[in-house]
C-alpha cells in the first residue's frame, strides 16, 4: 500500500483531455454502504438518457456487480489477462444496453496485474473507446492499495456514504487520502439510505464543513442522496437493477436526479479509458 501511495505524488490532478469516455471511480470508506448498487444503477440511468455504459468491475475477486445484475459472464479480466482472451470476449452485455468487464475471481490483489497486462488491456481499449461515453469503474470498498490505485487513476470520483458515523469517518478518510496527494481536487458525494433529506443534508454537512477546515485544497460536491426503500432490497433478491425492477420507486427517482446532476456538469475529459490504464500502470509500478 505504501508503494501505491508513494506513486500518487507523481499522478497529481488529470489534465483535460479530447478523445474518449468519463471514467468515473464509484468508492466508498467501508463496505456494505450500497456502493455497488449505487454504480449499477447508475449505468442503467445513463443508459436511458442515451449513454453508451461499460462497468469495469474493479472489485477484484468479488464479482459483486455482475450478481447484481443477474450475469454470469463467461469470461473476465483474468481470463484476458492470462488465458489470452480478447477485450470483446470478456465484454459482457447487461441489461438497460449496458455491458461489463467482470474483475472475476482469482485477482485479489493488485500485484497481481502485470505491467504487460494493464497495456495490452489499454491498447485494445484505444479501439474501442469511440463507442462508448462513460465508464463506471466499481471499485473495493476501503483504502487498500487496490481501492487507492483504481481511485486514483480514475478521471472523477464518487465517494458513496450513508449517516452512520463510521461510514461518515471512513468516508472522510478516503477524502484526506486523496487530498493529501493531490490526487482529485473535486471529490463527488451520493448519500445512500436516507430515512428523511434533512438527513442527508446534515450528513453532507458533516463532510463539507470537516473538509473546508481540513483539507482547503479540496471541493466536496453534493450529487445527491437515496433514500432507504424497501423496493431496493426486493430488486436485489431478484438480481435486477431497481431502475428496472421499480422504475418509478423513490430510490429510481433518486438515482435520476443524480445523473441529471452529473450530466449537468458539462462534458468532461481526461483522455478517456486509455489514459485510465495509463495511470493505473504508473501507480502499479
Avoid at 437515496?226 to 420507486?249: G, I, N, W
Amino acid at each position: 500500500m505504501r508503494g501505491i501511495i508513494k506513486n500518487f505524488i507523481g499522478v497529481g490532478e488529470h489534465s483535460p483531455g479530447t478523445e474518449g469516455p468519463r471514467v468515473i471511480a464509484v468508492t466508498s470508506g467501508k463496505g456494505g454502504v450500497g456502493k455497488t448498487n449505487i454504480t449499477v444503477n447508475l449505468a442503467i440511468a445513463l443508459s436511458s438518457v442515451g449513454k453508451r455504459v461499460v462497468i469495469f468491475d474493479a472489485d477484484l475477486g468479488l464479482a459483486n456487480a455482475e450478481v447484481l445484475l443477474g450475469l454470469n459472464p463467461r469470461y473476465t479480466l483474468y481470463d484476458f489477462l492470462y488465458r489470452n482472451k480478447s477485450l470483446e470476449e470478456i465484454l459482457s452485455p447487461g441489461p438497460g444496453s449496458i455491458q461489463i468487464i467482470s474483475g472475476g475471481s482469482g485477482m485479489l490483489e493488485l500485484a497481481n496485474l502485470s505491467t504487460e497486462g494493464i497495456k495490452r488491456l489499454r491498447d485494445s481499449i484505444k479501439n474501442f473507446e469511440s463507442s462508448v461515453d462513460v465508464v463506471l469503474v466499481d471499485t473495493g470498498a476501503g483504502l487498500n492499495k487496490n481501492v487507492l490505485a483504481f481511485v486514483g487513476a480514475a478521471q472523477e470520483v464518487i465517494v458513496v456514504v450513508t449517516p452512520e458515523p463510521t461510514s461518515l469517518t471512513d468516508a472522510y478518510s478516503m477524502i484526506k487520502v486523496l487530498a493529501s496527494y493531490n490526487v482529485h481536487r473535486e471529490i463527488n458525494i451520493i448519500v445512500n439510505r436516507i430515512e428523511k433529506k434533512r438527513e442527508a443534508d446534515e450528513t453532507f454537512y458533516k463532510l463539507q464543513v470537516t473538509a473546508q477546515h481540513f483539507l482547503p485544497n479540496v471541493n466536496i460536491k453534493y450529487l445527491g442522496a437515496v433514500p432507504d426503500d424497501s423496493r431496493v432490497l426486493t430488486a436485489v433478491k431478484e438480481q435486477q437493477p431497481f431502475m428496472l425492477h421499480q422504475p418509478d420507486c423513490p430510490a429510481s427517482r433518486a438515482v435520476k436526479a443524480v445523473v441529471s446532476q452529473l450530466l449537468g456538469e458539462g462534458t468532461k475529459n481526461a483522455g478517456g479509458f486509455s489514459a485510465f490504464f495509463n495511470r493505473l500502470s504508473r501507480l502499479f509500478s
